[in-house]
């Protein structure tokens, strides 16, 4: 029995008599506690006789009209508190359960997230119902902005943000791949040099976009320059234009959704890719995340894990 060191204590009703105990102690007088607790002095002092029955040492010495602590009284005191700041930690996670009955989630993501968002919030408000939630979906610079003003309940980033006031929690992977459309000269070819890419036309996203900002670290990283034939402001843009055979674009490798890329749509072998990145998680440093927030994040990590390795498995149908 796990609980055998404290079966005395399961014995009666012990949390009771410890109620009554921390307030003698606290105010060191019976008759004070039993105001206090809104009980007769008898009923106090009978809890406290029990308890020291059930502790089996003194708990109390009394001088004059004052009582205090033996050595086992304080150590009672003090795990008193232990106690009760267990209980209540409890019952806050207790309501946190029973708030998932009827809460409300705001969930704002980066334009990359709108392929496996919707499904993964679908599903939580599956399992909750009652649950109201909407989602949002913006650029980098927007949803930076909607962070700093702290008007969503959950933020996904395509990238971290380094920033001290945001605290950030990775979700899944979101590798960044070499896109091109599949008669391009370097289709087939095996570890392409990424100086080899820097050569050829490049998509890019609007400045300010989390996908141009990675594009461009990965460019300043190794001396180059990217040779950018047309700026776009959205992820199907780029797709159009990769197929109009326009140019390369770096880009997740769930850009364009979980399922298989349309048919005529690659992913260059490019030495050094998938180049290893993340979607995360991100809300402002002392917010306090409502429980169908938190909720909501562990159920994520689980739901959209599923979600991208069904979406791996197809692509290497």
Known sequence: MPQANIRRYLKHGTLPQLRVFEASARLGNFSLAAQELHMAQ?????QIKKLTETVGLPLFEQVGRRV?????GQRLYAGCHDVFRALSTLEETLNGLRAMENGHLR????????YFAPRMLG???GRYPGVEASLA???RKTLIDRLANNEDDLYVFASPIEKEDVVT???LPNPLVVFARDDHPLAGTQRVSFERIAAEPFLMREPGSGTRLLATKLFEQRGLTPKVSMELSDDEAIKEAILAGLGLAIMSRFTFGLEPEPSRLICLDVDGFPLENHWYFAYPVGKRLSATARAFMDFARLEAKGLVMQGIARHRQ
Do not use: E, M
């Open 137 to 139: 979906i913006h650029n």
């Open 42 to 46: 008898p009923t106090a002092s009978v």
């Open 68 to 72: 205090y602590l033996t050595d086992a």
């Open 169 to 171: 929690q990775a979700l």
């Open 107 to 114: 969930l704002a993501v980066c334009s990359t997230g709108k």
């Open 123 to 125: 599903a939580f408000i």
